[in-house]
């Protein structure tokens, strides 16, 4: 799994890097970058996850190992129509 | 009939006629706002000289993130349209449009992440223990006048540098300004005018003796190379000032009343306080205090509504966040909630910028309420008092903690 915070739409309510500290990170103004290049182990997947689906702007992508492009996914989506 | 007159009569039609001050709307909005959500999603009234109301999450969304069609020169509904010239407005960055308002928060930024922000807990925390030290052995107390109105301005104060004992004048600026927007247009602008007077003789202050506060903060910064228009400056002050009490005040008053009422969520959270940072997150989506305002920028049809210059747009963010097209079990408050994307502190640029402060207000100030009183109900259900308008809280709420 990999995450990827879209600039253009993070404006740093900071709820992913609450959630998934080990995921993401705030920048010197608060708002959100993934750590490194957004892979995420096995065992943050969970709470990546939860990150993604507590972002207001819908700002976190998360893109699955094994989906092609097509599949990818912005949010973990439960709720939102 | 005058503009005023108007103003001031009940509302019968909130369609046609709604007004945010009535006494309904601030007594319980969320059937006003629920009804509306399912009838007329985008209602009108020709009070304040005009006013839009959206109450879906999705066209709330839109016009906050549409900076093109919708200008944030004046956030406050009031029967006068802005007095100060765009682009920076009375308060920026939060008054102000892009591209002005990108660099007028960039440099407020840096003041407010989390990081930063993590350096005033200690003293929030000590001065919110000091207060329930003084609560202490009464049997009733008002937790929205006797603790929770005290800690964001205390906490403000020490942040920008202000004397502690003046906190009494800072409630006085911020129930004019925000709660008293139906006040004749002189008695408005006098308020303004002590307000400022007194945020220029702190700024004269600092300019003399320079400390390590957010005032000599933005006293020294600079935007695009050049410093601050002091214009700039003071207005910065103001919104520091006047944004982060009303709001975050209404934000723990709420939520402590809430604990009042659900002994069931009251005692989970005593049991384990770990699950305090995600209750406040569903506090804060339940009972989100801040509606703003946006001013429609030219005449224009917006998704069938006929929208002329300077009409008001009130942007209902706790209504956005009880909506059952966005959020499972809208109306239910669910305190572990999983997956909760509320915009209590608003969408697209304008995002509180003071949001991390006031999460970690919030947090505090519960944290420490329930370990010094695990048990509290409501002393008399019917004599808890809201506030209306456009920040919506606690402004009487009378405890049994005995």
Redesign the interface.
Request: without cysteine; glycine residues 4%.
């Given at each position: 799994m990999r995450v990827h915070v879209d600039r253009e739409k993070c404006v740093g309510h900071g709820r992913c890097y609450a959630l998934a500290p080990q995921v993401f990170e705030p920048d010197d103004l608060g708002n959100a970058e993934e750590i490194g290049d957004g892979s995420v182990p096995p065992e943050l997947e969970a709470k990546a996850r939860l990150a993604a689906a507590n972002c207001p702007e819908m700002a976190v992508i998360i893109t699955d190992d094994n989906a092609t492009d097509d599949n990818a996914t912005d949010d973990a989506g439960a709720t939102t129509a | 009939m005058t503009i005023d007159e108007h103003s001031s009569t009940r509302v019968t039609d909130w369609a046609t006629d709604f007004d945010h001050t009535d006494p309904t709307w601030a007594a319980d909005p969320y059937p006003i706002w629920d009804e509306l959500r399912s009838t007329c999603p985008v209602a009108h009234s020709e009070r304040y000289g005009g006013v839009w109301l959206p109450t879906r999450h999705q066209e709330i969304a839109e016009i906050a993130y549409d900076t093109d069609l919708f200008s944030s020169q004046s956030i406050l509904v009031n029967e006068t349209r802005p007095l100060t010239p765009a682009p920076m407005g009375i308060a920026p960055p939060i008054s102000s449009d892009p591209p002005f308002h990108q660099g007028a928060r960039?440099l407020l930024?840096?003041a407010?992440?989390?990081?930063a922000i993590s350096l005033i807990e200690p003293f929030t925390r000590a001065y919110c223990e000091k207060l329930v030290e003084e609560l202490r052995g009464q049997d009733t107390v008002d937790a929205a006048q006797a603790y929770s109105q005290h800690i964001p301005v205390r906490v403000i104060a020490e942040m920008l540098g202000f004397p502690h004992k003046d906190a009494d004048d800072f409630r006085r600026f911020v129930t004019h300004v925000i709660e008293h927007v139906d006040a004749p247009e002189e008695e408005r602008f006098e308020g303004f005018m002590e307000l400022f007077n007194y945020l220029q003789a702190q700024i004269d202050d600092h300019i003399e003796n320079p400390r390590d506060d957010l005032t000599s903060y933005l006293l020294a910064a600079e935007m695009d190379g050049e410093p601050l228009d002091p214009d700039h400056v003071i207005g910065t002050i103001a919104l520091l000032l006047l944004a982060g009490i009303d709001t975050t005040w209404s934000a723990i008053g709420a939520s402590i009343w809430h604990l009042a009422d659900h002994p069931e969520d009251r005692a989970r959270l005593v049991a384990d306080p770990s699950l305090i940072?995600t209750a406040i997150?569903e506090f804060l989506r339940a009972y989100a205090p801040v509606t703003m305002a946006r001013l429609v920028k030219d005449d224009m049809e917006w998704n069938g509504c006929p929208m002329k210059k300077d009409d008001w747009v009130l942007l209902p963010f706790p209504s956005a966040n009880r909506d059952p097209?966005?959020?499972?079990d809208a109306d239910q408050v669910i305190i572990d909630r999983?997956?909760?994307?509320?915009?209590a502190?608003g969408?697209?640029?304008h995002?509180c910028a003071g949001?991390?402060l006031a999460r970690m207000e919030l947090r505090v100030a519960l944290e420490v309420w329930l370990a010094a009183f695990p048990e509290f109900s409501l002393a008399d259900p019917d004599s808890v008092t809201w506030s209306g308008g456009q920040v919506r809280g606690p402004r009487s709420l009378p405890l049994t903690i005995g």
């Open positions: - | 960039r930024l840096p407010f992440t989390p990081r940072p997150e097209e966005m959020f499972d999983e997956v909760n994307r509320h915009a502190f969408l697209g640029i995002r949001s991390h």
